[in-house]
Every structure is written in C-alpha cells, then in structure tokens.
C-alpha cells in the first residue's frame, strides 16, 4: 500500500523521525529588534528548524516561538563542551589573557583558555601577591585521564577541577575567586537575517571617529542600541554601484579577527558604510600611542600580528584579496582585539592617484615588486603588505623606509634591498617578515602557513 499502513509511519516521515533534531544553547544573549528575528536568552536552548543560511538560523525557542538568531551566537548542545561556563575563554592568547585579567584588577580572578598546542587547556590567574601579575598553569592529564595543575589534587574533568581550587588553591598562587565579566558579545553578520540596506533614520549619529580616504567615520547607534561607526563616502570618491553589490557579499565575511560590515545606506547621497565599532581607533594611532607600554611587551606585539594573520588567512581562503592591508586599516577593539578593516575597498575607489602605482595615494611602502610593475594583486601581494605590517608593529608604527621618497622606495624594492629588522624584533621573527618580502609571489608563504609559522615561534620564544 502506497505511503504504508496507516498509523504506521511512512518512510518518509520515518526519515524525518530519525532525522536527529538539532538543539543549540546560546553563548550570548540577542536582542531582536527586526521583525522576523528571535530573542536569545544567554544559557537557555533553541531548536534549530532552518540552518540551511550560514549566519542566519531559523529556530524554536521553548515558548514554541520562531524567528531568525546569528548562527554565531549559538553552539549545538552536544558540542558545548567548556563554551557554557563563564570562566572559559576558548582561543584567547597569553597576552590577551594578561591584559585583560590586569583590567579586571581582582585578586583571584582567572580563566581557562586553549592552550597555543592544540588540546591542551591553560588556567590564567591574577595575583596582587608579592606585587600584581598573571600566572600561566598547564591543565595537565594523568594516565587515568584525569585533571590536574598539581599531581596531588586530580579530578575527572575540567569544571570539576576548577570547582576544587575554588575552595582549595592546592599549590596556586591564589584559590580561584571570580572570572570577569561584561565580556564584549561579537558583531552578527549584517544586523538581522537578510539585512544589508540599512535605513539612515534608525542610525543615530554621535562623534566623529577620524576621517580618512573616503570621508568622515562617526560613531552611531543603531537603533538606539547597537555601537556601530559609520563611514560617510566622499561623492564622487568611489564607483557606488558596484560597491553596493559587492556590500551584500562583504557582509557575509565573518571571522574574530575582520571588522565586520553591517551593511550600507545607499538609497540616498552620501552613502554610509555600517560596520562594526572599535573603540580603539586604527591599529597605527594606538601602536604610536602606546609605544612606551607596547614596546616593552614584545609579546604582545607578536599576538597583534597573529591576529592580523588568522584574519587575513580567513580572507585568503574565501580567495578575497584585500589590496591595502597596512596597520592604518586595522582597527583595535575591547580586550587588545585587532581587526583587519577595509578588505576590498580598494576596488572601488576613483581616485587614479590612489589606484595607479604612480599615484601620490598609491601605498607604494607596502607593495610588491609585481604590483608595482603590473599591478597584480593577488594573496600574496596582500602577503608582502602584511611583513610590512609586522614591521609596522614592531616599531611601534614607525613609517616604513623613512622619509625616503616613493621613487627610491620602488628602486630598493627592485633591487631586493628590504627593511631592516626592528629594535625589539625576535631574529625569529624578523625571519618570517623576511619570508613575505621574498621576489617571487609564489615562494612568499601562505597565511594560513605564515600563521602556523609565528603561533610556533610565539610558543618557543615566549613559553605559553
Ligand atoms: P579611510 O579608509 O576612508 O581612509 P578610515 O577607515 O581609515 O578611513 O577611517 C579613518 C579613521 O576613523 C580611522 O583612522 C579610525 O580612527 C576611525 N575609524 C574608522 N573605522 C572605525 C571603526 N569601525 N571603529 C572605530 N573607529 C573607526
């Protein structure tokens, strides 16, 4: 009988039965202001009923109400693992560890983070005792496969663990007290599913941020509760159209390490570009702002590139080429977070003396030998631009080549002559920065093998 007995299940809707329904659990709380969208609740689990969008899920919530949430701020159940408990921060660096416990400034105060060798978890601390620093522990594992930061106290799992040195500090410097809190939630991919055209009379204009190629950037709110800047373009300054367009792709682009587009206003003049807000301004100002405490604190300067890097090799495998990568289009957020601003502009703007070689604006210190004769761009002209980053980096944003003028630049370029390895520099790596100036765009490494490369230089010289 076709469909099958009835009152038995088909198999179709067998399929269906065992189709195994997906349940996540949010990470951060959402805020639904467009129709169509759902509110999430931080902790509280939603079934997913449409996943078939990357950054957009259509799910239930236990109310029996649907709507669309950003896939970002989920995890599916059964992959939860650590992400649930507040004190687990996943991929966040040594570095970042540290600045962001010496803020909290709380005698106790730690977090769990992975480890820069893959599988491994560290514990950070904060101490005030004998003076205010942090302390790295390796969560070790015993042949039974229990945890341990001390031989003598092992527990059957990480939470377990930390719950013990809550009450006992067993060997640390301090009992585990408090983890911080008011952690930044990431930006979603536009502001709701879908949504790329943004209405100007929900954007609430405040300060100006600075003001570069195209046009003044302010600070905004969108609808009254979300931070983002706006970049106001210049008319005239780039071929709207075809960026409009291109918008709709760029805001598909996520990852930690990119300054997430929003979306843009382009129904009427002056288009406005909607991104993310970073309250630290471009990587170059804050680089010269901070030499004195960045200088002396070379490993943060290394994780600054790292980061730069994971985002760059985000771009690389969606075969997106940036064209201006510089620490001027990085941007600095909460916590030490650096992002890479920016990617793509390039492409659109009319200028001829910023698009030609020859121009004036045309940031001939970052570019290649084969951009400068031909103009090919491709990943790996972003890769030469990207050793001049680090250089950027390690000079606390000193000008690549000095006041050397663009035409003797374009001569030593040509000759191989490169940059000299800066003061607070590791050899190790200024080596890599060598590799991505090599002559040749296919013997410069890969960002996803530069990035490799300096996580390991990272781990030897500064003993994660
Ligand atoms: P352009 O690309 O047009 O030259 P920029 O993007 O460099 O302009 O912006 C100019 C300045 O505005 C930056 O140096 C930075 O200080 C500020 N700014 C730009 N975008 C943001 C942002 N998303 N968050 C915070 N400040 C920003």
Do not use: Y
């Given at each position: 009988m076709p469909g099958g007995t009835p009152g038995t299940p088909s198999s179709k809707t067998k399929d269906k039965i065992m189709m195994r329904t997906k349940v996540v659990v949010a990470l951060y709380p959402f805020r639904a202001?467009?129709?169509?969208d759902l509110s999430l609740e931080k902790g509280a689990e939603y079934e997913v009923l449409d996943d078939s969008q990357e950054h957009w899920w259509k799910v239930k919530d236990e109310h029996g109400s649907i709507g669309y949430i950003p896939s970002n701020y989920v995890k599916e159940k059964e992959l939860l693992g650590l992400q649930k408990y507040e004190w687990y921060v996943g991929d966040m660096s040594r570095q970042r560890a540290e600045s962001l416990l010496k803020q909290e400034d709380k005698e106790g105060c730690f977090v769990v983070r992975n480890s820069s060798t893959k599988g491994l978890y560290t514990l950070s601390l904060y101490t005030k005792?004998?003076?205010?620093h942090v302390k790295h522990y390796h969560i070790k594992q015993n042949t039974r496969g229990e945890f341990y930061l001390s031989e003598k106290h092992c527990c059957g799992s990480i939470p377990d663990l930390v719950n013990y040195h809550r009450h006992n500090s067993g060997g640390l410097a301090s009992r585990l007290k408090t983890s911080p809190c008011d952690r930044p939630v990431p930006p979603t991919a536009?502001?709701?599913?879908?949504?790329?055209e943004i209405d100007p009379a929900e954007l609430h204009l405040l300060e100006e941020l600075g003001s570069g190629q195209f046009g003044v950037v302010r600070r905004g709110k969108w609808r009254g509760s979300i931070d983002v800047a706006v970049k106001m373009m210049k008319e005239g300054?780039?071929?709207e159209d075809d960026f409009i367009e291109e918008a709709k792709v760029m805001?598909?682009?996520?990852?930690?390490n990119l300054v997430q587009l929003y979306g843009v206003c382009s129904k009427d003049r002056p288009i406005y570009i909607v991104t993310e807000y970073m309250r630290h301004g471009s990587l170059l100002n804050y680089l010269r702002r901070h030499e004195a405490t960045l200088g002396a604190n070379v490993g943060l300067l290394l994780d600054m590139c790292i980061q730069v890097c994971k985002g760059m090799a985000y771009l690389e495998r969606h075969n997106y080429i940036h064209r201006d990568l510089a620490a001027r289009n990085c941007l600095v957020g909460s916590e030490n977070v650096v992002k890479v601003a920016d990617f793509g502009l390039a492409r659109y703007v009319l200028d001829d003396q910023y698009t030609s070689s020859g121009g004036t604006k045309f940031p001939i210190k970052w570019a290649p030998p084969e951009v400068l004769n031909y103009t090919r761009f491709s990943s790996k002209s972003d890769v030469w631009a990207y050793g001049v980053l680090m250089w950027e980096v390690f000079t606390c944003g000193k000008m690549p080549y000095?006041?050397?003028k663009n035409t003797e630049v374009v001569e030593r370029v040509q000759r191989g002559i490169i940059l000299e390895r800066p003061k607070a520099c590791f050899k190790e790596v200024y080596e890599v920065m060598r590799k991505c100036w090599a002559h040749c765009p296919e013997v410069r490494p890969s960002f996803r093998v530069l990035k490799e490369q300096l996580i390991s230089v990272s781990q030897g010289l500064l003993n994660d």
């Open positions: 202001i467009e129709g169509g005792v004998p003076h205010p536009g502001l709701s599913h879908d949504k790329w300054t780039m071929s805001t598909k682009l996520q990852h930690q000095g006041r050397l």
